[in-house]
């Protein structure tokens, strides 16, 4: 992908995900299943924004500082299909190979089901991202 392209969202009207999708994946379950395991106290507080990819045939979700393998047999598998579908085979949301990461991530907003690609580092950073930051060098210190 060009440098060009490379901070590309792709708005998809019409496409909507149910709102409770990362139930339904069980994203929800395999973070609540890790936490215990980590026997963690606390509970996982879901977000508003999910992302969806695929490495090679492996379906992954990711949200906050959380990244989930899900499991194929859910209707996540149906994903790369369908947006291949209603982009015309445009754009793809799963890579060649569990080695390499896809051109783009498919963007959830649990609030409305509403979906959007987003090129793939600008939107992961987007669903990582749990707080607005500036970076340390945008401030000028007094001295």
Known sequence: MSALTD?????????????????RVRFIG???????????TGHFAPPRFYGYFFQGPQPV????????TLDSDTVVSALPAEIERITQGQYRI?????????DFILLHDTFD???WLWGFSFGLRFVESTEPSRERNDFQLDS
């Open 61 to 68: 979700g990711v949200t906050g500082s959380w990244v989930v």
């Open 113 to 115: 089901g509403s979906c």
């Open 30 to 40: 395999a973070v609540d299943d890790q936490l215990r395991r980590l026997r963690s």
């Open 7 to 23: 901070n590309i969202l792709i708005p998809l009207p019409g496409f909507l995900l149910p709102r409770d999708y990362p139930w």
């Open 94 to 102: 799963a890579s060649e190979s569990v080695d390499s990461v896809p």
